[in-house]
């Protein structure tokens, strides 16, 4: 076994896992252990203030006994307290240190204080966490009612509300609502006047999760709230807004781009956690037959934990793999004397009946196994859940922890967290890793109130919500509106009112923003007329090229035909490869920022033009390495994008560390593989967000959506950050030369790369020895306006 086993692991775990064959010898297993660390209570003088400030006094003391909590943590006394005092609050608190009890509280005092005349709106990012959330909420107020208070009552509004409930809480509403940005978007602003009954005396919104609101998703909900408040303030109306969050780096400024309001931070000082053990394993399986081998040993872990005792939570990469595991789990259960009956799964495209019905079991222990998506990743108590196993990494390290923090919410016992790792090189990758991710920092939270293109797809609906002009050259937008934006996005705003006329009495269509879309069309991928999945148009172009052999979970297939939404494919022979003929240009557009070091070397952020090129691709027999067809083709295609760039004048300023020999675009093509392996550990986004590119003089990191979701800014940054990871991550690789863990790019034979581990780590060193020098001594910034560079220092 190729194992890194820390001497606290649960080796008796482990060896459970062998002799149920979900571990082999051959396995490269990495191990950690995270010791407990529990939240400081409350005092008794601060419990005290609390139980006089929310009026509900012994009442509530009783009400949380049955809820077997016998004290408040300081950090929701902290909160509580805030809350009530009137001020907009963020907190920012890890897993299952109640979080929202700190905000329920308050608001059900609020709301009893004001005879249920204050209202308020709880919104989360999925569905079945406004599910979870209301249960929460009613325990609470059911505890409270049995000690003689009124019932504070509450519903959810989702796309599972039947239509007469809808109507019946326009007309006639309740205190408190839980809802997602969809149904804020299509029915709370679309129809906002039919809601009014409940808007009207709205004193509380509530965001939990905001650490979901990132990238494409986060930029379009931060318009989405902007334009919520805008419609409110026009009618008198300014609500108090909380929000709350476990894994996010910088809550303020979050909350404050999300929001633009400025709010008061309550932060748990330190990490809390249960003692859990983690077991990241590359499993050593054949090729040829990879995904079926790999399939069973998630199952047999699955048993494995479930013989144990252990509830347990698996995380699958697509819906059919969820349906196929849960399947091959339930069929062999029985040999190991489980009932089939214990295991589910549960993802999307279930009917709200029959995800309530999975949820609730768990709950109970009826269910002591589920196979999901990321429909259970963040923000649901689902019980006392002992294991999580992913089934392949997700695209990100944020969604990573978010799946890890499903097991262990209570401290009272261990917890396990499986990982097994896809045969692709981001899952190798991130599996050799397990220590980064216990001294990488909390993620910094991105979105782009700057992006034009995504905020133009909002104008018509800010227009007719806020009774804007249909036509103006210098519109008046008034003071309320302006507050409520902010001043970049009220520019944006009277810049694009002034540059377009809108049709007289036509209202807008909601319908057509999507939230969480992106600019990428997704094509379904066909085999046999049965859909096995979907890839982004992106990915097309690079990997399912007419002709191209493409890897879907372990199988190979060959591209036969591309449709409008389509991709037909057929089986092809395991060992056939395809190796596309890419090459990129990058033109520098417009540059927004910048910073110097010394005379050689500088950084930027701005807007680029992307020229990507496909020439064709070469027919490999893997067996032989041989050329078995080499053909030609002639596609291109241009993103508008922005980007991060490092420019090098001369190659003599990497003199001390490698020879003079070396080309500067050979050097450059070093630290691009740097800037592309240590991205994902630094920066708040999916591997599919970004790309890489080196030049004769430049590296570039740039976005993938058009008009950016604030990834290339923030690199300007923290770049040094992201090279400093990615030099640890090649120097504590045990390979030699490089290889696909570490520095080789992916699809990549290792015998025919330029990329040498000792001339990576040459060239990130060096760079780094550069900014430190410079940074302190003599830096530079841009001037965009006269294209000067002026000093920080002054």
């Not at 809550?251 to 859990?276: G, I, S």
């Not at 220590?435 to 293109?453: G, Y």
């Not at 008046?476 to 934006?485: C, E, K, L, Q, S």
């Not at 930027?604 to 020439?615: A, D, H, L, M, Q």
């Amino acid at each position: 076994m190729n194992a890194d086993i820390r001497t606290d692991i649960d080796l008796g775990f482990i060896q459970y896992l062998k002799e149920f064959d979900a571990l082999r010898d051959n396995d490269e297993i990495a191990t950690h252990v995270e010791s407990a660390s529990f939240p400081a209570f409350a005092t008794d003088a601060e419990m005290n203030e609390v139980l006089k400030k929310t009026g509900l006094g012994s009442k509530l003391l009783e009400a949380l006994r049955r809820m077997n909590i016998s004290k408040l943590y300081k950090h929701q006394v902290e909160a509580i307290l805030a809350i009530l005092g009137g001020q907009d609050v963020v907190l920012e608190a890890g897993t299952a240190s109640g979080k929202t009890l700190s905000f329920n509280i308050p608001v059900v005092s609020q709301i009893l204080k004001e005879k249920f005349k204050a209202h308020a709106l709880v919104i989360h990012p999925m569905k079945a966490v406004s599910n979870d959330q209301y249960r929460q909420f009613t325990t609470l107020t059911e505890h409270l009612t049995a000690q003689g208070l009124n019932k504070v009552e509450a519903w959810v509004v989702d796309g599972d509300t039947a239509k007469e409930h809808l109507g019946w809480l326009k007309e006639t509403p309740v205190p408190v609502l839980f809802t997602n940005p969809e149904m804020l978007h299509l029915t709370f602003l679309q129809a906002f006047d039919k809601w009014r009954p409940f808007l009207s005396r709205l004193r509380y919104v509530i965001l939990d999760e905001i650490h979901e609101y990132r990238g494409y998703f986060g930029t379009n909900v931060a318009f989405l709230l902007r334009r919520f408040f805008a419609k409110l303030a026009l009618e008198g109306i300014r609500p108090q807004v909380i929000l709350a969050t476990a894994t996010c780096g910088n809550p303020l400024e979050h909350a404050q781009r999300l929001t633009e309001r400025n709010c008061t931070l309550v932060r748990l000082p330190n990490r809390v956690n249960p003692e859990r053990h983690y077991i990241f394993v590359v499993p050593s399986l054949p090729e040829h037959d990879f995904m079926t081998i790999y399939k069973l040993r998630i199952a047999l872990a699955t048993l494995a934990a479930v013989s144990k005792g252990m509830s347990t939570i698996v995380f699958c990469p697509s819906r059919k793999m969820v349906e196929d595991l849960a399947s091959w789990t339930r069929k062999k259960a029985p040999e190991y004397g489980i009932p089939a009956e214990l295991i589910a799964p549960y993802k999307s495209g279930y009917t709200s009946e029959q995800r309530r019905s999975v949820e609730e079991k768990l709950r109970e222990g009826e269910i002591r196994a589920v196979f999901c998506t990321n429909a259970l990743e963040i923000g649901i108590d689902i019980g006392r859940l002992d294991v999580c196993i992913l089934a392949g990494f997700p695209d990100s390290v944020l969604s990573t922890w978010q799946r890890i923090g499903r097991v262990g919410r209570s401290f009272d016992k261990k917890a396990y967290v499986l990982a097994y790792a896809l045969n692709n090189p981001f899952d190798k990758l991130l599996a050799a890793q397990l220590e980064t991710f216990f001294t990488k920092p909390l993620d910094q939270i991105l979105v782009a109130i700057n992006n034009e293109e995504i905020f133009e797809r909002h104008v018509p609906l800010i227009r007719h919500e806020c009774g804007l002009p249909h036509s103006s050259r210098s519109p008046n937008i008034p003071a309320v509106i302006r507050d409520a934006f902010g001043p970049s996005v009220t520019q944006m705003l009277a810049q694009k009112l002034a540059n377009r006329n809108f049709a007289k009495g036509i209202k807008p269509n909601y319908g057509s923003l999507s939230l969480r879309g992106n600019f990428d069309h997704v094509l379904k991928l066909v085999h046999k007329g049965t859909e096995i999945g979907e890839i982004s148009a992106t990915q097309q172009f690079r990997e399912a090229y007419l002709g191209a052999i493409y890897q879907h979970f372990g199988t190979s297939y060959k591209v036969i035909s591309h449709l409008a939404d389509s991709i037909e494919l057929e089986l092809e022979e395991s060992y056939l490869a395809t190796e596309g003929k890419f090459w990129t240009n990058i033109d520098r557009s417009e540059t927004l920022a910048g910073r110097r070091f010394g005379e050689q070397v500088a950084t930027y952020f701005g807007k680029i033009t992307v020229y990507e090129n496909f020439g064709g691709y070469r027919l490999i027999d893997t067996r032989t390495q041989s050329c078995l067809e080499d053909t030609k083709a002639n596609s291109a295609r241009q993103l508008s994008v922005r980007g991060f760039w490092i420019h090098f004048e001369d190659v003599a300023v990497f003199d001390q560390s490698l020879n003079h020999d070396q080309q500067l675009k050979h050097l450059l093509f070093h630290l691009e593989q740097l800037l592309r392996i240590g991205a994902p550990f630094i920066l708040p986004c999916d591997r599919h967000d970004f790309a890489t590119h080196s030049s004769a003089d430049c590296v570039y990191l740039y976005e993938t959506v058009p008009g950016g979701i604030g990834i290339a800014e923030k690199t300007l940054e923290i770049w040094p950050e992201i090279i400093r990871t990615a030099l640890d991550i090649v120097e504590k690789c045990s390979c030699k030369r490089g290889c696909p863990k570490c520095i080789i790019p992916p699809r990549t034979p290792v015998e025919e790369t330029k990329v040498h581990k000792e001339h990576a780590l040459a060239v990130g060193r060096r760079l780094l020895e550069l900014y430190h020098r410079f940074a302190s001594e003599s830096p530079m910034r841009l001037d965009p306006a006269t294209g000067a560079w002026v000093s920080e220092l002054l």
